[in-house]
């Protein structure tokens, strides 16, 4: 006879938090939230600073639990100080300083034009989306040879972690742009890609 799963007691107010967290982190389950923030937890990287960040061109998967500041950090502090055109996947709506722009915009864009700050908000159905974002990966794919003055931040990274378009892009990002930023709970679907910083203090 099969053992059975032993249980744990989780109060009501937790409860409802994990699932919460369940739909911000894309998963399925509450244990698949705990072994998340649990992975998170027992790996230290360095905090990041605009310094460091914008130090170089290798990429940078930027992580943290939700409510961690990444994002404040980003919108806040690192780029009001980039010199050179900035695009963000903009999922959640986050960033209204910068221009939003639609899929006609941003496929239109000359991107040899530099000193320009634009988002893009994807839909907010998750399927929908991805298609969304896999159409602009494969579209600064096409234009990499011009987006040496761009920094290109992809908020909600754990959601395309499986599109094999950012993933090439990414990977290239060294030779053909200022910056790439990932942010991401998950990091593992992007290790080797570039450096990773944790931000572990509100901003």
Not at 18 to 45: M, P, Q
Not at 133 to 158: C, N, P, Y
Not at 168 to 191: C, G
Request: hydrophobic share 40%.
């Amino acid at each position: 006879m099969r053992d059975k799963a032993p249980y744990v007691r989780i109060n009501r107010l937790n409860r409802e938090r994990l699932k919460g967290l369940k739909k911000t982190f894309n998963v399925k389950s509450c244990d698949a939230v705990v072994s998340i923030l649990l992975l998170n937890r027992n790996k230290e990287y360095p905090e990041p600073s605009v310094e460091n960040l914008m130090r170089d061109s290798v990429p940078v998967i930027l992580t943290g639990i939700p409510g961690s500041g990444k994002t404040t950090f980003l919108r806040e502090q690192v780029i009001p100080h980039v010199n050179s055109t900035v695009f963000v996947l903009d999922v959640q709506d986050e960033y209204p300083m910068l221009r939003k722009v639609n899929l006609g915009e941003f496929f239109s864009l000359d991107f040899a034009t530099v000193d320009r700050k634009l988002r893009y908000v994807p839909t907010s159905n998750v399927d929908v989306s991805k298609g969304e974002a896999d159409s602009i990966f494969r579209h600064l794919i096409m234009f990499q040879k011009d987006l040496k003055e761009w920094t290109i931040i992809v908020e909600e990274g754990h959601r395309f972690a499986e599109s094999p378009f950012l993933k090439s892009l990414m990977a290239e990002a060294r030779k053909r742009m200022r910056k790439m930023v990932v942010v991401s709970h998950q990091v593992e679907p992007y290790e080797g890609l570039g450096i990773i910083y944790k931000v572990s203090r509100n901003s």
